[in-house]
């Protein structure tokens, strides 16, 4: 990504356009993962540093949130129309669908991506210099325990809430994108001993992304009644499977949690080194 790009063009003359949704789903995706370096590496550079650069991060996501949500709600209606074809089959859920089609485009057009990914662009550059191969496992070992050990706490807050805290299963999905992608960045991908754990994270992510998804999509149904039109049963129906499928992803977040944090922070970052040091 450069500052230089315009997210309006193609590349080369014959080249797709590029799509805005898949820029800022990458621009998203890059920013996390920044964040989680920084977070790797917050003792190495100071608690100062960490937070404007934490900080600066989280402004260019927030940037992006508008056109982010409302393609999510659009793909997360999508999704539940493929799971439950019959039961929403309903013409109150056809004008559900035109209306967040419509609010989709609305959200791309003014979204400003070229200021956004120079934003990234610039951290980027920043961050270039906070290479993980000049760092042995002793410098990077308190970040990743850091992380582990917050991701750890929030997951037993939801379990003791048997996960009824929307805010609080956010608030632990954070903590486990931030785990992934550091162990993504420090080779647990690919190193025997840490590929299992690596892919649990990055599961238990997912599933936390998709709940966290028809949470966001529950509150606007609850908010937008008039979207359905007169099909009050439509409204209803979306409702009810929009929290059965909630209720399964937390019971699945819940198996999948109490695996990847069934070791102390301290006993997780030393196996982890161990590994990546054989």
Same mark, same amino acid.
């Given at each position: 990504?450069?500052?230089?790009?315009?997210?309006?063009?193609?590349?080369?003359?014959?080249? *797709?356009?590029?799509? %805005? #949704?898949?820029?800022? *789903?990458?621009?998203?995706? @890059? $920013? +996390?993962?920044?964040?989680?370096?920084?977070?790797?590496? &917050?003792?190495?550079?100071?608690?100062?540093? /960490?937070?404007?650069?934490?900080?600066?991060?989280? @402004?260019?996501?927030? &940037?992006?949130?508008?056109?982010?949500?409302?393609?999510?709600?659009?793909?997360?209606?999508?999704?539940?129309?493929?799971?439950?074809?019959?039961?929403? #089959?309903?013409?109150?859920?056809?004008?559900?669908?035109?209306?967040?089609?419509?609010?989709?485009?609305?959200?791309?057009?003014?979204?400003?991506?070229?200021?956004?990914?120079?934003?990234?662009?610039?951290?980027?550059?920043?961050?270039? !210099?906070?290479?993980?191969?000049?760092?042995? /496992?002793?410098?990077?070992?308190?970040?990743? +325990? %850091?992380?582990?050990?917050?991701?750890? !706490?929030?997951?037993?807050?939801?379990? =003791?809430?048997?996960?009824?805290?929307?805010?609080?299963?956010?608030?632990? &999905?954070?903590?486990?994108?931030?785990?992934?992608?550091?162990?993504?960045?420090?080779?647990?991908?690919? @190193?025997?001993?840490?590929?299992?754990?690596?892919?649990?994270?990055?599961?238990?992510?997912?599933?936390?992304?998709?709940? *966290?998804?028809?949470?966001?999509? @529950?509150?606007?149904?609850?908010?937008?009644?008039?979207? /359905?039109?007169?099909?009050?049963?439509? *409204?209803?129906?979306?409702? +009810?499977?929009?929290? =059965?499928?909630?209720?399964?992803?937390?019971?699945?977040?819940?198996?999948?949690?109490?695996?990847?944090?069934?070791?102390?922070?301290?006993?997780?970052?030393?196996? $982890?080194?161990?590994?990546?040091?054989?």
């Amino acid at each position: 990504m450069t500052s230089s790009s315009d997210p309006n063009e193609g590349g080369e003359a014959g080249s *797709h356009p590029v799509d %805005r #949704a898949e820029l800022v *789903h990458e621009a998203r995706k @890059a $920013i +996390k993962r920044m964040r989680a370096l920084a977070r790797l590496l &917050r003792y190495e550079l100071g608690e100062r540093e /960490f937070e404007r650069v934490n900080s600066s991060l989280r @402004a260019a996501g927030q &940037r992006l949130a508008g056109a982010r949500d409302a393609e999510v709600r659009l793909a997360t209606l999508q999704r539940l129309r493929t799971r439950h074809p019959k039961a929403l #089959a309903l013409e109150g859920i056809e004008r559900l669908s035109e209306q967040l089609e419509r609010e989709r485009k609305q959200a791309s057009e003014p979204t400003p991506p070229r200021d956004v990914l120079a934003d990234i662009a610039d951290m980027r550059r920043h961050l270039a !210099r906070w290479n993980l191969v000049e760092h042995d /496992f002793d410098a990077l070992a308190p970040g990743l +325990k %850091r992380i582990y050990r917050e991701g750890r !706490r929030r997951y037993a807050r939801v379990k =003791r809430e048997h996960a009824r805290n929307a805010e609080h299963v956010h608030d632990w &999905r954070k903590r486990v994108k931030s785990l992934y992608y550091a162990l993504d960045m420090l080779g647990g991908a690919s @190193a025997k001993g840490t590929r299992d754990v690596t892919r649990r994270a990055e599961r238990l992510g997912d599933v936390l992304g998709e709940e *966290h998804d028809l949470w966001m999509f @529950a509150a606007y149904l609850q908010e937008h009644p008039e979207a /359905f039109g007169e099909d009050t049963s439509a *409204h209803e129906a979306l409702l +009810k499977l929009t929290e =059965r499928r909630r209720e399964r992803l937390r019971e699945r977040a819940l198996e999948l949690g109490a695996r990847l944090y069934e070791l102390g922070a301290g006993d997780f970052t030393r196996r $982890i080194g161990n590994v990546l040091a054989r």
